[in-house]
């Protein structure tokens, strides 16, 4: 599922593909003449968390930066989990695209926050643990070391292409990463279109992609 629209400094993208009984993911984008927010929740274990996030993050945010005078106008990437921001620019010569990551994964599978986590429990050797071929934090439970929710696990126990087609590029982009897991699996992509949501996740997760294009030109008109 995808759809596009349009904000003060350009266009935007969002494609939703669902794997799970109940889709986890949530993602938003709220613009306004001024700045715009975008969101994209990652549920896990349920929709709950990431259904409250896209009710009240935005307007807590503003609410924040109107107390606080901060200038909200301002760019800025919050990432506490490993849902990913990255930002795509066209190189000088005009014929290629740069990717830049604007955020780190706090997940286990990276050697830094295993390091993190080993020096915060240092009387824990099985905070975090290697199953089924993949890294495990907080005894085999979930991988992100940071998250929105997931309150049982915070008890002291545990203590981020202009050559393309604007319009449906970020549904481009999710069939892209289908391909990629059905690559891994060596299956064909015809295949995974008729697996039923709810055995899907064992395939690949939830996947939610926000593309957000910065138009100078608008800006400059603007």
Partial sequence: MGFCGTRSC??????????????????????????SFVGVYDGHGGPEASRFLSSRLFPWHVHGCNQEGIPCHEGGVLAPGDSRAILGRRRSDGQDVVVERLSNDLNVAEEEVRKELTEQHPDDSHIFIYTRGVWRMIKGIIQVSRSI??????????????????????????????TEAVRKREMRYTHIKHIERGTRWHFHDDITIIVVYLDHQTWSAD
Wanted: proline share 7%; aromatic share 8%; net charge positive.
């Fill in 149 to 178: 929710g997931e309150f049982y696990l915070k008890k002291p126990k545990f203590a981020r292409d202009p050559k393309f087609r604007q319009c449906g590029i970020a549904e481009r982009l999710v069939r892209a990463a289908l």
């Fill in 10 to 35: 350009g266009e935007y993208s969002i494609a939703v593909t669902q794997a799970n009984a109940k889709p986890e993911d949530q993602g938003q984008v709220v613009t306004s003449p001024a700045a």
